[in-house]
């Protein structure tokens, strides 16, 4: 069974709010098992309209990696976000 991912990108513009929402989402990835794989880092965009924080995070199947982004634990994260940045999220089945 192929694997799935979380595929994020973010710009962060409230770092304490975001470290909030990180940590309160902690919650769902351990319920689901997820990895991070990579989490920001040292990223250099070499085409088209990269950010400067790209997270991916993988999980022992699709179905767990919605599971994870779908779930009410990371719905509860989610509030704690706002206002402390924009985040566009992709689950993707691997291959």
């Not at 991912?5 to 940590?23: E, L, S």
């Not at 989402?25 to 990895?35: E, H, Y």
């Not at 950010?51 to 767990?64: K, Q, W």
């Not at 509860?76 to 985040?87: F, N, P």
């Amino acid at each position: 069974m192929p694997k799935g991912y979380v595929i994020a990108r973010a710009t962060v513009t409230d770092p304490d709010k975001w470290g909030q929402y990180v940590a309160k989402s902690k919650i769902a990835l351990d319920k689901f098992g997820g990895t991070p794989i990579v989490r920001g880092g040292q990223c250099e965009i070499i085409e088209g309209n990269g950010t400067a924080r790209n997270v991916v995070l993988e999980f022992n199947s699709y179905e767990d990696a919605l599971g994870y982004a779908k779930s009410p634990e990371y719905a509860e994260a989610k509030k704690l976000r706002q206002g402390a940045g924009t985040l566009d999220i992709t689950v993707v089945e691997g291959v």
